[in-house]
């Protein structure tokens, strides 16, 4: 099977921006999980995604959105972008079936390296 | 809240020894992940656990429920183990991740 998959690779955008980054998950698995990774903060968890519904959510602001679509495809948007946004954004597939909460295995990407300047 | 906290932060060691990492969190869990982290940013999910012992090749990881502690063991460290071993754990509808440790394993 093919990996998680994420596009673009690289991006720079200026402040005030917007973005939006896309996720294509392991074939057959629903359930994908977005995350931020700063050299300051670590990685945090941004949301996740089951069946074109967010069943989970961290603590980032509105500004951080997301949706899936039926094919389990995922994107994230960014909106007025800070320097603080600057980072590398991280999406995971999971096996994960409607009622199992969320903790199933991972399947990570290999990342989204966003600058904001 | 949970924290998660990982010990120690950096560790170098000489290829074949035995190296432990320890994790360690505030609230109780329903599971607990090992993930490693290469340089470049791609990361591979290592275990999850959420009690007992698990072993993949050289690597064995263990889980103390009542003590909110858990272990990565690796035997006959390799110079390809040189990456950053995170320590992440769900609770609620939340994923929260440890600092992670920097492992460098000397030939």
């Known amino acids: 099977k093919a990996g998680v998959t994420q596009t673009p690779r690289y991006l720079i955008k200026t402040r005030g921006q917007q973005v939006t980054l896309s996720c294509s998950p392991i074939s057959g698995h629903r359930s994908v999980s977005w995350y931020q990774q700063t050299p300051g903060q670590g990685l945090q968890f941004l949301f996740e995604y089951f069946s074109e519904t967010q069943r989970n959510k961290g603590n980032f602001p509105g500004r951080f959105s997301g949706r899936q679509f039926s094919n389990s495809r995922s994107e994230m948007n960014v909106s007025t972008l800070e320097l603080g946004d600057s980072a590398l954004y991280l999406c995971?597939?999971?096996?994960?079936?409607?009622?199992?909460?969320?903790?199933?295995?991972?399947?990570f990407g290999p990342g989204t390296r966003l600058l904001v300047l | 809240k949970n924290e998660v906290e990982q010990s120690p932060q950096n560790l170098t060691a000489q290829e074949g020894e035995f190296i432990t990492i320890n994790c360690s969190y505030s609230v109780g869990i329903s599971a607990l992940h090992w993930l490693q982290q290469h340089p470049g940013g791609g990361i591979v999910s290592l275990f999850m656990?959420?009690?007992g012992k698990k072993k993949h090749g050289r690597l064995i990881a263990t889980i103390n429920i009542q003590e909110k502690h858990s272990s990565l063991h690796i035997t006959a460290s390799h110079p390809r183990d040189s990456a950053v071993y995170i320590c992440a754990v769900n609770y609620g509808q939340n994923f929260v991740f440890g600092p992670g440790t920097r492992l460098s394993v000397l030939p």
């Open positions: 995971a597939s999971s096996f994960r079936s409607k009622t199992e909460r969320l903790g199933q295995t991972q399947y």
């Open positions: 656990l959420s009690s």
